[in-house]
């Protein structure tokens, strides 16, 4: 018996070092009822025809109701003004949210961006809602908020998937343009985010 104790002392330390543990993921139990992606032109699914947006793909994946709450163009700024009618009144199980390449194009201060969503995961997380927070960084593309993301992902206890534009925005056989996926590259997408949210909706 006092082996197993042993053994149990130094493999849960390894378990959770090498990230086999699942992370504490705050609003685990949401009792909301929908699923929103909130987010700016990846989401709305600038690019891409009707029906091809990677909220729709994920709907899809999950066999049921996906609210795209995609704004092209919209900042954190922005998304902090529309957050209460677009995202809080819909009664939000999860909400997805994907911000920062605007207010990276645009020259928003960084520390700026990240109290700006930072605001936005407590307010979703007061309603109750589990918060997915995304990565758009690729390459050197927003690099240096990459770790920061990550680091408010772990410090708010939200599901993180990072970096959902490797190897498309790249790829010129998945954009659009010089920064939008096409239907090819939204439907990537979807499945990405569908690998990180599908544990936390069962």
């Known amino acids: 018996m006092k082996k197993i104790k042993l053994s149990l002392i130094f493999i849960l330390p390894l378990l959770i070092f090498c990230g086999c543990a699942k992370p504490e993921i705050r609003n685990l139990h949401s009792k909301g009822a929908n699923i929103i992606c909130f987010g700016d032109s990846i989401t709305f699914g600038y690019g891409a025809n009707e029906g091809e947006d990677y ?4 709907s899809k994946l999950l066999s049921r109701e996906v609210i795209n709450a995609g704004v ?12 209460e009618a677009d995202v809080l009144d819909k009664d939000p199980r999860m909400v997805i949210v994907e911000f ?7 020259k928003v201060p960084e520390s700026d961006t990240l109290k700006n969503l930072e605001q936005i995961i407590d307010r979703i997380q007061q309603k109750g809602a589990i918060v997915v927070l995304v990565d758009i ?28 534009l490797k190897n498309i925005i790249t790829n010129p056989g998945m954009k659009s343009d010089f920064f939008h996926p096409n239907a090819r590259g939204y439907q990537i ?4 985010i569908y690998s990180g949210v599908s544990p936390y909706l069962k």
């Open 55 to 58: 909220p729709t793909g994920l």
């Open 72 to 83: 092209d163009g919209d900042t954190t700024f922005d998304a902090l003004a529309r957050i």
């Open 100 to 106: 920062g390449g605007n207010d990276f194009l645009q």
């Open 137 to 164: 960084s690729s390459g050197f593309f927003m690099q240096s908020y990459r770790d920061k993301y990550r680091k408010l992902a772990e410090e708010k206890k939200t599901v993180f998937i990072p970096q959902i």
């Open 189 to 192: 997408i979807s499945q990405r």
